[in-house]
């Protein structure tokens, strides 16, 4: 089984509007409200794959209860540790082709609600093979968590798949042991080795950093261009068709779900980064952030293209 963290999850509120009237009322009809966080499309993600996951991390107040409740809804097993305030809101404006988006910070975590969540982490490890850990860390954690986190999954033999950002990944790259995969983008790989990338050479170049030796996957997915890949000592350019693009919000976390699955069944190299740009895609291809539609699996899968470029 596989255990995906979500650490700072939320509800995703989201206002279609024709128009956007600002300091006027803005009054709406059809308003979704669903469970939210990245590690939660990862779950919904390895769900329709097939692979048995649970979902874990913090919840607090009826806004978490809300989350629960549309979990079990959706059919995800979970196991999330209570805290005394209040889950957070992630609201999404749709209005004129525009998204745009009210965040908040979520709850501050304290100390003993922070232990209790790690007893929880450590009772659920012995269940699983594979750990994900997505998205921030709420408010009263130390930006360095995640490196506890993978720390403890390593001394239960437990292999530890990262995607966050910003001080919490240039932190997490500074511990010991190292996250088994990563999947930062072009910005975070620049924000983590401190310079700008321009350009493609730029990038394979950020790639070779020493900063990334001790990892055994680095994944640097490239939107419709697909991704840039180190696999141990080999870098690989993964090409993508062209697909009608409905919604590629979350594609990044199906990504990570797809290459989770690989791992997990122990497929190849080259069939692990397939799957992972199979099931981003087939979310970019959906309306419903992390939903796939597996029908159209194998069709993808065949148009994919791997190839190693280390000595360009
Ligand atoms: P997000 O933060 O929205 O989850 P991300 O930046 O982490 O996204 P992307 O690189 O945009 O992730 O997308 C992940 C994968 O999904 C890509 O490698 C590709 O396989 C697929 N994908 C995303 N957008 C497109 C697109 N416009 N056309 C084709 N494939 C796409």
Do not use: C
């Not at 009809?29 to 097939?50: D, E, F, I, M, P």
């Not at 988006?101 to 975590?109: D, H, Q, S, V």
């Not at 998205?135 to 968590?145: A, E, I, N, R």
Request: aromatic content about 6%; hydrophobic content about 35%; overall charge neutral.
């Amino acid at each position: 089984m596989i255990l995906t963290i979500t650490m700072n999850p939320s509800i995703d509120i989201s206002y279609p509007l024709g128009k956007l009237v600002i300091d006027r009322v803005n009054r709406i009809n059809n308003v979704s409200k669903t469970a939210g966080g990245k590690g939660l499309n990862v779950t919904r993600v390895l769900r329709q794959l097939n692979e048995p996951v649970k979902a874990s991390g913090m919840l607090g107040g009826d806004f978490g209860q809300f989350v629960r409740k549309h979990l079990d809804e959706e059919g995800i097993n979970h196991d999330f540790s209570q805290i005394r305030s209040e889950t957070r809101n992630s609201i999404a404006i749709l209005h004129e082709g525009n998204q745009t988006e009210i965040l908040e910070g979520g709850p501050e975590i304290r100390e003993n609600e922070l232990n209790t969540f790690f007893e929880t982490y450590k009772r659920l490890l012995k269940e699983v093979n594979l750990v994900t850990i997505s998205g921030s860390l709420p408010k009263g954690v130390k930006k360095d968590y995640y490196s506890t986190l993978i720390e403890e999954a390593d001394r239960q033999n437990t292999k530890t798949i990262l995607d966050t950002s910003g001080e919490t990944l240039a932190k997490s790259l500074q511990g010991n042991p190292k996250p088994y995969l990563i999947k930062p983008n072009e910005e975070e790989i620049s924000q983590v080795l401190g310079h700008k990338i321009n350009t493609s050479v730029d990038l394979k170049n950020a790639l070779k950093s020493d900063l990334f030796d001790d990892i055994e996957w680095v994944v640097v997915s490239l939107g419709k261009d697909g991704a840039l890949v180190k696999h141990k000592k080999t870098i690989y350019k993964i090409d993508i068709p062209s697909i009608e693009v409905i919604n590629p919000v979350g594609s990044g976390d199906a990504t990570l779900a797809g290459l989770t699955y690989g791992i997990s069944n122990r497929r190849t190299p080259e069939e692990i980064m397939r799957v992972g740009m199979v099931t981003g895609m087939l979310n970019a291809m959906n309306q419903k952030t992390g939903h796939i539609d597996v029908q159209r699996f194998n069709e993808l899968f065949t148009q994919i293209s791997v190839n190693k470029i280390n000595n360009e």
